[in-house]
T-cell receptor, first 110, second 114 residues
Framework: QKEVEQDPGPLSVPEGAIVSLNCTYSNSAFQYFMWYRQYSRKGPELLMYTYSSGNKEDGRFTAQVDKSSKYISLFIRDSQPSDSATYLCAQKQGAQKLVFGQGTRLTINP | DTEVTQTPKHLVMGMTNKKSLKCEQHMGHRAMYWYKQKAKKPPELMFVYSYEKLSINESVPSRFSPECPNSSLLNLHLHALQPEDSALYLC?????????????FGPGTRLTVT
């Protein structure tokens, strides 16, 4: 029941591009979804979370959940070199557990 | 202060050694976590402490022994590890419950078992 699938990339785009990162999940019983960002040699940090379906926007970042297709997405507008990191999607399963996708390594080229 | 600190940053140990990893947070969080992360892989949950009690053990081998001395501290005692246990060990904390989605991670301890 723990599958959260994510394309590991790597993904390389020019500065200013719109980035789309995606995950699929298999267990529909749990409705909290998160995006964490992990810089090299650091711990992950929470970027955004969503509950159930729909969009959530925070500055240049938009998180989207499509329950019908079991798809979660993170869009980054006007990408910057400082956005270069590994992005991990996650699903909260149960009261205390996060299950992470494999992570997508993103590089923004100046 | 949203910082989770971990010591040491790096650790090299032999298979017969005993060592401990330490984690500390001062955010008043009542849930603390240990994760293991191999290179280019996601963090994998090992243990969860909630209100200083072990609430989840993800079938981790007994050579890993967690301890939560108080609400701010979390230790991971290591004994007779194997080379395949080499990884980044991450500690995290959260308010727990519905706020489990918001976990604050430390920088990790990079462990090498020789």
């Amino acid at each position: 029941q723990k599958e959260v699938e994510q394309d590991p990339g790597p993904l390389s785009v020019p500065e200013g591009a719109i980035v789309s990162l995606n995950c699929t999940y298999s267990n529909s019983a749990f409705q909290y979804f998160m995006w964490y960002r992990q810089y090299s040699r650091k711990g992950p940090e929470l970027l955004m979370y969503t509950y159930s379906s729909g969009n959530k926007e925070d500055g240049r970042f938009t998180a989207q959940v499509d329950k019908s297709s079991k798809y979660i997405s993170l869009f980054i507008r006007d990408s910057q070199p400082s956005d270069s990191a590994t992005y991990l999607c996650a699903q909260k399963q149960g009261a205390q557990k996060l299950v992470f996708g494999q992570g997508t390594r993103l590089t923004i080229n100046p | 202060d949203t910082e989770v600190t971990q010591t040491p940053k790096h650790l090299v140990m032999g298979m017969t050694n005993k060592k401990s990893l330490k984690c500390e947070q001062h955010m008043g969080h009542r849930a603390m976590y240990w994760y293991k992360q191999k290179a280019k892989k996601p963090p994998e949950l090992m243990f969860v402490y909630s209100y200083e009690k072990l609430s989840i053990n993800e079938s981790v081998p007994s050579r890993f022994s967690p301890e939560c001395p108080n609400s701010s501290l979390l230790n991971l005692h290591l004994h007779a590890l194997q080379p395949e246990d080499s990884a980044l060990y991450l500690c995290a904390s959260s308010q727990g419950g519905q706020r489990t989605y918001e976990q604050y991670f430390g920088p990790g301890t990079r462990l090498t078992v020789t």
